[in-house]
């Protein structure tokens, strides 16, 4: 029995789904991508959040919220979700602990010898 394309795509949905936002105002809920699922850039940018975030002048706010922006599905729904939070860092930091939850981006472990 073969297995079908479209079958390994509806299990890559259904496991790597994207983590979904109501933000209560009436439109579309937000959704952001699973961090597996982003563009390779996005996913680097990722990976590398603490050298961002260390580097000398950077805004930890704005780093976070460039990425939220940058993994919804549409750019408009990520502005929209950075600007429910209002200024507040903890829902900011909610919102992203709540997306990541789950997806390990860490070190490969080692190989066996």
Same mark, same amino acid.
């Given at each position: 029995?073969?297995?079908?394309?479209?079958?390994?795509? /509806?299990a890559a949905d259904k496991k790597f789904g994207p983590t979904v936002f109501?933000? =209560?105002?009436?439109?579309?809920?937000?959704?952001?991508?699973?961090?597996?699922?982003?563009?390779? %850039?996005?996913?680097?940018? *990722? /990976?590398?959040?603490?050298?961002?975030?260390?580097?000398? !002048?950077?805004? =930890?706010?704005?780093?976070?919220? !460039?990425?939220?922006?940058?993994?919804? %599905?549409?750019?408009?729904?990520g502005k929209r979700l950075v600007a429910a939070a209002g200024g507040d860092?903890?829902?900011?930091?909610?919102?992203?602990?709540?997306?990541?939850?789950?997806?390990? *981006?860490? =070190?490969?472990?080692?190989?066996?010898?």
């Amino acid at each position: 029995m073969a297995i079908k394309l479209s079958d390994i795509r /509806a299990a890559a949905d259904k496991k790597f789904g994207p983590t979904v936002f109501d933000l =209560e105002d009436g439109k579309e809920p937000v959704e952001l991508v699973n961090p597996l699922r982003l563009d390779k %850039k996005v996913r680097d940018r *990722l /990976a590398n959040l603490k050298e961002s975030i260390s580097e000398e !002048g950077a805004d =930890e706010d704005e780093v976070i919220s !460039g990425l939220l922006i940058d993994a919804a %599905k549409t750019p408009a729904g990520g502005k929209r979700l950075v600007a429910a939070a209002g200024g507040d860092k903890g829902v900011l930091l909610t919102y992203f602990e709540m997306w990541i939850e789950g997806t390990d *981006l860490g =070190e490969a472990s080692p190989s066996e010898s």
